[in-house]
């Protein structure tokens, strides 16, 4: 199966917040550097409040994308409109509406962590009250007065999610938020996006946890060497591609065996039935969804 020919225009299913007026649009985006295409002709529209996730392996050219919507790359050609303005024409009036939580930080190393955000609550005129807020939000606040020097990568992760909400941007940008972070720390952080959706805050993020998109994300977006390869809902996504096996434990003459049995083949049921009336069966359980056998089934190319 070639990449290519799976990857098409496919027709984009309407959101949970349908309601609500597009936030993101993005029409026939396509991005080049020399002759090299980042972005190939990418549409997608995303809906105020919508929880979007960008899915797909180093390379894709979600990054790129996101470097058109805050402004630092232009497009070679396409239309972009953030909030029913232009960009890059109306990247000005744009620009207040947004905030974007980078992969790499960029703080200073020196100031403690409740200095990092005074600053920034001073550059975008909010009340310095709000940075306590900001702070408890993400669980920083025993250490806000350490140096930032001190952090760990999840505690400075956090502290760049609570400096992009002082303000209260109507859209967050977010390029792998919780990569680094431990489990409790991205269940803090992964609990304030849902937040900030369900209060209207458009959340367009980038990553490669699938678990990450099933357990926050309206609707996912995946790209492939520049392309728009699939977009949907996390539940459809996963109904009309993962494969419906069943893996089969069982004792013969003292060993134990498995199988992987595809409760879609006629064969394999068979031989399924066939195992749990003559086996002694042990262990019987449906295999999880793998989102890295569906994108190679999609694209032709293994997820990396």
């Known amino acids: 199966m070639s990449a290519t020919s799976n990857i098409s225009s496919p027709a984009l299913p309407v959101p949970r917040t349908a ?3 597009e936030s993101i649009v993005i029409d026939r985006l396509t991005v080049k550097y020399g002759s090299f295409t980042a972005v190939d002709s990418l549409s997608l529209n995303v809906r105020a409040g919508e929880l979007f996730g960008f899915l797909g392996p180093n390379g894709a050219g979600k990054s790129t994308t996101i470097r058109v919507l805050i402004g630092t790359q232009k497009p070679t050609s396409g239309r972009v409109e953030v909030a029913g303005f232009s960009l890059p024409k109306d990247f000005a009036r744009v620009k207040p509406l947004f905030g974007y939580v980078p992969d790499a930080e960029n703080h200073v190393e020196e100031f403690t962590g409740r200095e990092n955000l005074v600053l920034f609550a001073k550059l975008y005129g909010v009340p310095l009250s709000d940075v306590d807020k900001a702070l408890g939000r993400l669980e920083l606040s025993e250490a806000a007065d350490l140096p930032v020097r ?114 879609d083949d006629d064969e394999s049921r068979e031989r399924l039935a066939t195992i749990i009336r003559t086996e002694a069966c042990v262990r019987l359980h449906s295999q999880e969804f793998q989102f890295e056998d569906v994108f190679l089934k999609l694209t032709g190319q293994a997820y990396s």
């Open 19 to 21: 309601e609500r007026a």
């Open 150 to 263: 001190t952090y760990s990568r999840g505690m400075r992760k956090k502290l760049l999610i609570a400096r992009e909400i002082l303000h209260r941007p109507s859209i967050l940008y977010l390029d792998e938020p919780t990569a680094n972070l431990d489990r409790h720390s991205t269940d803090v952080v992964r609990k304030l996006l849902r937040e900030l959706a369900a209060n209207g805050t458009t959340v367009f993020l980038t990553t490669h946890d699938m678990e990450e998109v099933e357990q926050i994300c309206d609707r996912v977006a995946i790209l492939c060497r520049g392309k728009l390869v699939e977009c949907d809902t996390p539940v459809n996504f996963m109904t009309r591609h993962a494969e419906r096996n069943v893996l089969v434990q069982f004792e013969r003459d003292g060993v134990m065996q498995r199988e992987s049995l595809d409760l």
